[in-house]
């Protein structure tokens, strides 16, 4: 198996392409294929002791599910498959999605939501990222000065994804115990 689990939310198929551009950058051995998690069952999820989490924001703020208008179930129906497991021992990275520029008071608010999930269950977090560059007014999702994970905006900041990828995974892979990638 994988070490390192790779899972994400969505709901216009923009977060899964980028967990697909993560995936690009490690084989098989080091990292599973994404999942989506309206497709993945509690006991492939909690096999990996790393995971990689990735999240659009919907509406005003939420993590994508059918309360938030998504066209399918994803975090907001998954999360409760998995709310009386412990996560002692895992590492978990994370990376959302945002609008920036349309949704300034709100910007990755669903980072917040899955950090306090995973962290309330004995997670290890990592992975946060500065909050430079970005043009917001506020969000849930920066403690301390720093994203809870990366911040993307395909919107009004695609040209910097692939940089800030590379970046983000050459920071966190310490953590997962990888050398960084190419």
Do not use: C
Request: no cysteine; aromatic share 12%.
């Amino acid at each position: 198996m994988a070490k390192i689990g790779l899972y994400f939310g969505s709901d216009t198929g923009t977060t899964r392409k980028i967990a697909k551009q993560i995936k690009d950058m490690f084989d098989d051995e080091v990292m599973a294929k994404p999942r989506n998690v309206n497709r993945t069952d509690v006991a492939d999820f909690m096999a990996h002791d790393f995971l990689i989490l990735g999240t659009p924001t919907l509406g005003d703020g939420q993590l994508p599910g059918l309360s938030a208008n998504a066209t399918s179930e994803s975090w907001e129906e998954f999360l409760p498959k998995i709310a009386d497991q412990d996560f002692s021992g895992k590492t978990i990275a994370l990376f959302g999605l945002g609008d920036q520029a349309s949704y300034p008071l709100e910007f990755v608010n669903a980072l917040f939501f899955l950090n306090e999930f995973f962290s309330d269950r004995g997670a290890q977090l990592v992975g946060r990222w500065p909050t430079e560059g970005y043009d917001f007014e506020d969000s849930l999702a920066v403690v301390e000065g720093a994203f809870l994970g990366l911040a993307l905006d395909q919107d009004t900041q695609s040209a910097l994804t692939e940089t800030r990828l590379k970046t983000w995974l050459g920071q966190i892979a310490a953590d997962f115990g990888l050398p960084v990638p190419a």
